[in-house]
């Protein structure tokens, strides 16, 4: 198991509740020095918080983990989700493309082609216009200095005042009782304003998020139109995503 897959591993691991160095050892079969010197740099991260002998979540219920965490998780499975998204979008459509790692990914892939794209952080419209063919636009707003993500009423209203073909929306929570979630009021309120302003609505997100729960709803699974995912998901999830009348696709993840 290579350093990313371990880490990864422990960071779902101590998500669930506090675990200690034995228990990680047994969950990973690094030793203990691997697993303090992983716990060291999870922590430095902000993924975690360390106590003498183990770790426990440095997240409260509704936060959202530090970019370079996110970034960390499952990158094999969020290229392959992108692509899949991308294939989805036609010339000459009125896309918007999400904040988020996933969504980013996806803007990587749609560089150059002939749409307009509104794109929700700074990161994704960077992605947009380093190849030249699209019409990228940014909104006003506040951004969030970890991220890069646009919020606030003039976001909104910027969403609000366009109408796309299709958005490209990635969620740090869904489950199939409660719907999609977000971690804050402001980030539920522009993605509810997402539904409101796309005719279809993409979801891609990695599968441990459909085990995730968060503070503040955004929308119900059948107002999705399409799950893009990776093909670990759990048939029983799988099932209650397809039995809420969403498409779903599973797409398979290279070896890196």
């Not at 509740?17 to 079969?29: F, P």
């Not at 770790?55 to 692509?83: M, N, Q, S």
């Not at 002939?114 to 990161?123: C, E, F, H, N, P």
């Not at 539920?188 to 503040?216: D, G, L, N, W």
């Amino acid at each position: 198991m290579d350093k990313e897959e371990r880490q990864r591993r422990i960071i779902w691991a101590v998500d669930s509740g506090s675990k200690t160095v034995s228990q990680l050892q047994e969950l990973t079969g690094a030793s203990a020095v691997t697993i303090r010197r992983d716990l060291t740099e999870l922590e430095e991260a902000g993924a975690l918080t360390r106590f003498h002998g183990g770790a426990r979540p440095a997240v409260r219920r509704g936060a959202r983990y530090p970019l370079e965490v996110r970034r960390k998780e499952d990158p094999a499975g969020k290229r392959a989700i992108a692509a899949e998204a991308a294939r989805l979008v036609e010339p000459g459509s009125c896309v918007l493309i999400d904040s988020g790692t996933t969504p980013t990914a996806v803007a990587r892939n749609l560089a150059g082609m002939d749409i307009t794209a509104l794109a929700m952080s700074l990161y994704a419209g960077a992605a947009l216009a380093k190849t030249p063919g699209s019409d990228v636009i940014i909104p006003g707003g506040t951004v969030n200095s970890d991220d890069l993500a646009v919020y606030g009423a003039e976001a909104v209203d910027t969403v609000m005042s366009m109408r796309f073909d299709l958005a490209i929306v990635g969620i740090c929570a869904c489950t199939p009782s409660v719907g999609l979630m977000s971690p804050n009021l402001t980030e539920a309120t522009i993605k509810r304003a997402y539904f409101q302003a796309a005719r279809r609505i993409i979801v891609v997100t990695t599968p441990e998020k459909f085990t995730r729960m968060s503070a503040h709803r955004v929308a119900d699974f059948d107002q999705v139109d399409t799950f893009i995912t990776t093909n670990d998901l759990s048939p029983e999830i799988a099932q209650d995503v397809v039995d809420s009348g969403a498409n779903l696709i599973m797409v398979p993840v290279e070896d890196s």
